[in-house]
């Protein structure tokens, strides 16, 4: 099938001819790409101009070794330290301001406006406050140029001085490791120029709310400087006195020949004790500290910390008598328990006590009390004397602790010392009966009898037995239950040796009632 009329007849409308204008396009991109270009030729420059600025400066820092010196002045030490990074913190902070400033020309170049406004406002208000941060600056740079110059004033004067050498002599117990007194002093005096010049320096960065409090503390800490230049005045004055007492009182003891006297009653350094001079010299020196440290806080007008202190170290000071006192009839207490008791040893060794476990039936720990290898275990006549120095040493406790007026520790002593006097009582009777037991047990074997070790040894555990309930109820142990266990002891004992007469001579028994029942009849 065939169309009524050709397809190339139809008629098609023509499009109309397109034509660009290169020229003015060109003239519109070019001034485009040229801002592009040149934003991206400033950012390049800025950023190599950003990165040698900050080599430069962090160079010139570093061979000025600022770290090193600001850490050594701030520090107040020579070596040991850690270096700050000072020139690390410059370098970066130059290196971004130039950064930000080529940000800002690129911005400008681009003709951003919408974007390089508020940058450019931030910038300028930052620019703005450099007056004031340089102001800062300069202060705090004052600040540190005249704390520094203070300190190394103090520090060579007190060394010139020799103050650490007069102060303090390394032989001495209390003289610090590693510390100085100059350094100290003159660290002070820094930290306290840097504080002053704070509030200024705050001032000057135009933070007056942020800092009416920090202003209001240096305020109250000028005000009271007086008063911590006093109390602290005090207290060194008070010290070096202190000091100079104990050196003055140590050296007339050691100079009177009491340390020998002191190192015979045990006071002896080889031993780990202290010597009687030294004792001496510390009582003197905290009896001087004492009142010292009570004068300081009174400098200080501050009654919430000076009050109770001052209350707690008067009321010390009033008990020194009675403490020196109970401290002396101790020290007595001891010296004549040690000489009483070395004189109790000599004596009863003289007439021959040691011999006391061959008294009592224990010969071998009368062997080894006197055998010369054992050197731990102490022979009779010490024990007595241990005894009796414990027993002078509790009176002298006693004696002390109503001088100090503690009723409780000396009720506390009274009761130590009846159980001690308890306990001795009941050696003591438990030592006579094992006496009186070897002396029973020997009269038995001495009669020669078939049954005379049965005997003895039956005798020895009956006076023994008899002799320990006597020294616990002595002791205190328990008495009514040692009574009533004594009583049954010896009654079992009396009905099982009836019960054993009456069942072995019953014949015997039977017979002789036959006996006296015919003599009876007989007489009928």
Known sequence: ????????????????????????LGAEALPVVLNLLGALAILLLGWLVAGVAAKICRTVLRRLAVDERLSRTLSGRGEGIKPLRLSRWLSTAVFWIVIVLALLAALDTLDLRSVSEPVS???????????????????????????????????????????????????????????????????????????????LVLG????????????????????????????????????????????????????????????????????????????????????VLIPTATAALDALEIPALSGPATAMLAQVLVSLPQIFTALLIVAVGILVGRFVAGLVDRVLAGVGFNRLFQWIGLPEYGKAANAEANDSMRSPSELVGVVAFLAILLFSCIAASNVLALPALTDVFRVMLLVFSQIMAGLVVFAIGLYLANLASQ??????????????????????????AMALQQIGVAPMIVSIAFGLLFGSIAVAVAVAFGLGGKEVASEQLREWISSIKTLK
């Open 1 to 24: 099938m065939h169309p009524p009329f050709p397809l190339s007849a139809v008629a098609t409308p023509a499009s109309p001819p397109v034509s660009v204008d290169l020229t003015a």
């Open 443 to 468: 009269v038995v074997v001495a009669s020669s009898g078939p049954l005379a070790p049965m005997l003895s040894t039956i005798t020895r555990l009956a006076i023994i037995a008899f002799a320990g």
């Open 121 to 199: 406002e931030l910038v300028n208000q930052i620019f703005a406050y450099l007056p004031k941060l340089l102001s800062a600056a300069i202060l705090a740079t004052v600040a540190f140029v005249l704390a520094t110059l203070a300190r190394s004033i103090v520090r060579s004067s007190t060394a010139n001085l020799g103050l650490d050498e007069k102060l303090f002599d390394s032989k001495e117990d209390d003289a610090p490791a590693g510390m100085l007194i100059g350094e100290t002093v003159a660290n002070l005096v820094f930290w306290l120029i840097i504080l002053f010049f704070v509030p």
């Open 204 to 287: 000057a960065l135009n933070l007056g709310a942020q800092i009416t409090p920090v202003v209001g503390l240096f305020e109250d800490l000028i005000g009271a400087l007086p008063q911590l230049v006093k109390a602290l005045a005090i207290a060194v004055i008070g010290w070096l006195i202190a000091k100079t007492m104990r050196g003055v009182v140590s050296n007339l003891v050691a100079a009177s020949g009491l340390d020998k006297a002191g190192a015979d009653f045990g006071l002896n350094p080889d031993k780990g004790n202290q010597r009687l001079s030294w004792i001496a010299g510390t009582l003197v020196y905290v009896v």
